[in-house]
């Protein structure tokens, strides 16, 4: 006997972002940080597949994996190591129940690099969870999606991740995020006004442990890292005074970019020689600054190029085992979702 049910998906978009000042600071002095979110989004579609007992899992480019967990073993907590547990670990937090788990298929895909600095798996969690709520008719406000998004990172993964991620992400465009017991985000602007390279060295590292090599140090009060938490800060306070101002002086704002890359080099050791041979590179042909984003020790860099630069800048590196890409400038928009019209589902 064949059953019909209306059956709709709901698909939701987050970009990802770049950090401008303030690497770490959330989750170390509960400090602030400069973030943009980038026009490279991380795409989820949600459904409910009628009569099945598993949470379906897959993602497209650039993993390309398929997963099908039992909904009793993803509503019990139960993680492997696989690639796909942020996507797990997010619906644990939205449904928690395995008979609402049950039947949820989600179908991932990213224009993002994975691992890469750029906040892929902050960009992932919300998308699920954003679909999550859209497809059970309670759409979320985006601070409720922020806070699951990171619970499936810290409760769930324990991967000591702070809220810059998720609320630079969520809420798109260039803000302050000032992480405290209260987040919270102050707009600084739409976007930022100059296109971006973005270079992934496509050296990749694992974020949890070196977050964790990181968290270490700090609580024993590495003098290197305490330097590092004060200076941060103080370039956070001139980034924003910055890019705040009537006419913005990208120059200027280059130099202080240049800065934090000193800081992350030297303080807290978290640069490679490829990325300082890029940033070099970069420079030297036009851009007015550049600097890694996110956890370091590989992943992507970053510069604030000119027009009348791009082309220098991308031929700079263009012997370089990495890949290049210009932005014409960052992304307004945060996360987003739609439901699609209503179709027919059947099962036997």
């Not at 998308?127 to 859209?134: D, H, W």
């Not at 260039?174 to 930022?192: K, M, S």
């Amino acid at each position: 006997m064949t059953a019909r049910a209306i059956a709709r998906a709901v698909t939701a978009s987050v970009p990802g972002r770049l950090c401008l000042a303030g690497e770490s600071l959330d989750w170390m002095t509960g400090g602030s940080s400069v973030v943009t979110a980038v026009p490279l989004r991380t795409r989820v579609t949600a459904w409910q597949a009628v009569g099945s007992t598993a949470l379906v899992l897959t993602s497209g480019p650039p993993l390309f994996r398929t997963r099908l967990v039992p909904a009793a073993q993803a509503a019990g907590r139960q993680y492997d190591g696989h690639v796909l547990d942020h996507m797990q670990a997010a619906v644990r937090v939205s449904l928690r129940q395995a008979e609402l788990i049950a039947g949820t298929v989600l179908t991932a895909s990213t224009e993002l690099p994975v691992a890469a600095g750029l906040s892929s798996s902050a960009a992932l969690t919300l998308a699920v969870v954003t679909a999550l709520g859209g497809l059970a008719g309670d759409p979320l406000e985006i601070a409720q999606v922020c806070g699951l998004a990171r619970q499936a990172e810290t409760s769930e993964l324990g991967s000591g991740a702070g809220w810059m991620d998720f609320l630079a992400c969520a809420y798109g465009g260039v803000n302050r995020v000032n992480a405290g017991e209260l987040p919270t985000i102050e707009r600084i602007a739409p976007n930022l006004g100059i296109p971006v390279v973005v270079i992934d060295t496509l050296q990749r590292r694992t974020t949890m442990k070196v977050l964790a090599s990181k968290r270490a140090r700090f609580e024993a009060r590495e003098t290197a890292m305490i330097d590092y938490s004060r200076q941060a800060g103080e370039l956070v306070d001139a980034v924003t005074e910055l890019l705040t101002a009537k006419t913005v002086d990208y120059r200027q704002v280059g130099r202080l970019l240049n800065a934090g890359q000193d800081l992350l080099r030297g303080k807290v050791r978290c640069s490679t020689e490829l990325i300082d041979t890029c940033a070099k590179r970069v420079l030297a042909a036009g851009a007015f600054g550049a600097k890694l984003t996110g956890s370091g020790h590989g992943g992507c860099l970053f510069a604030l190029v000119p027009d009348d630069a791009l082309t220098a800048v991308l031929e700079s590196v263009a012997d370089l085992p990495v890949h290049a890409v210009a932005l014409p400038t960052s992304e307004p928009r945060g996360l987003i979702s739609s439901l699609s019209e209503p179709y027919a589902s059947t099962s036997a």
